[in-house]
């Protein structure tokens, strides 16, 4: 393992996303290094999950993608670098924000603050034989957002929190330090099982009676999450009693 330092890359062209961006870059130079960080200002075709499209405007909020290559992951173990990110953005924010207890993860990654989205995350896994060779990860964090348009469920910025603008540079800065002191847990097997029993604590709706909707079938019913397995499928009890587990996408909370 090594440790983890970012190298800020700044196109000076307007792009349309670091995601896209930085899955390019890497396929075109291959010796691209763990820690290749793509900021931009502004995205003219920002993605979100699930292949919608992700809002931010010019200088107002983070939305860099980075590169992580060389953590020793199996592919079983994927799911810890959505687990290692969610954490590390949340102890970032946490200490801006005035009630840091209402912060929690949302199953698979978004970042909530009470029932209002902060920020998303995007992560794709290159593998090579059964280890995960790089992940490509690509961050959206509301900073400054003065208002959204209403088509976007409950989002919500961090200004529109705490009523007054943020230093950018300030939040990322705290950003990119949890994920450097957080990095040597997701490398190591201990680590990682820290990693999600902290992201097990921080879950949103975790032990709460809550309505989801199962997507394959449209069936609403009533179930609280309990755990997360190993693969990342969300574990939901019914009232029946009956454990299900859902991959992303299979089901919706409502
Ligand atoms: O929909 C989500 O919850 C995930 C959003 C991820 C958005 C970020 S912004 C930086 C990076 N570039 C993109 O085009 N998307 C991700």
């Not at 820690?35 to 499209?53: D, F, H, L, M």
């Not at 920020?119 to 957002?145: C, K, M, P, R, W």
């Not at 999600?196 to 032990?207: D, G, V």
Request: hydrophobic content about 40%; overall charge neutral.
């Amino acid at each position: 393992m090594y440790p983890l330092t970012f190298k800020d890359i700044r196109p000076v062209e307007a792009i349309e996303s670091t995601y896209t961006f930085l899955i390019k870059l890497k396929e075109q130079q291959p010796t691209l290094p763990s820690g290749a960080y793509v900021a931009a200002e502004y995205q003219t075709a920002g993605r979100g999950q699930q292949g919608n499209s992700w809002y931010s405007t010019p200088g107002a909020s983070l939305i860099p993608s980075f590169l992580i290559q060389g953590a020793g992951l199996h592919i079983s173990e994927g799911w810890s670098v959505s687990e290692w990110v969610a954490l590390s953005l949340r102890q970032a924010v946490a200490a801006y924000l005035p009630r840091p207890e209402l912060l929690s993860i949302k199953w698979p990654n978004d970042l909530y603050y009470g029932d209002n989205k902060l920020a998303g995350i995007l992560i794709s896994h290159t593998l090579e034989q059964d280890q995960i060779f790089y992940s490509v990860i690509g961050v959206g964090l509301n900073v400054n957002e003065p208002k959204f348009p209403s088509d976007i469920p409950n989002p919500i910025s961090m200004m529109q929190i705490v009523g007054s603008v943020l230093s950018l540079a300030d939040v990322e800065r705290a950003f990119k330090r949890q994920l450097t002191a957080l990095y040597p847990d997701l490398c190591k097997s201990r680590g990682r099982k820290l990693l999600h029993q902290s992201y097990l604590q921080h879950l949103y709706r975790m032990q709460r009676k809550s309505t989801f909707r199962n997507t394959a079938n449209g069936a609403c019913f009533e179930g609280s999450i309990v755990g997360i397995a190993e693969d990342g499928r969300l574990r939901i009890v019914t009232e029946k009693g009956e454990e299900i587990r859902f991959a992303f996408k299979e089901v919706a909370y409502l």
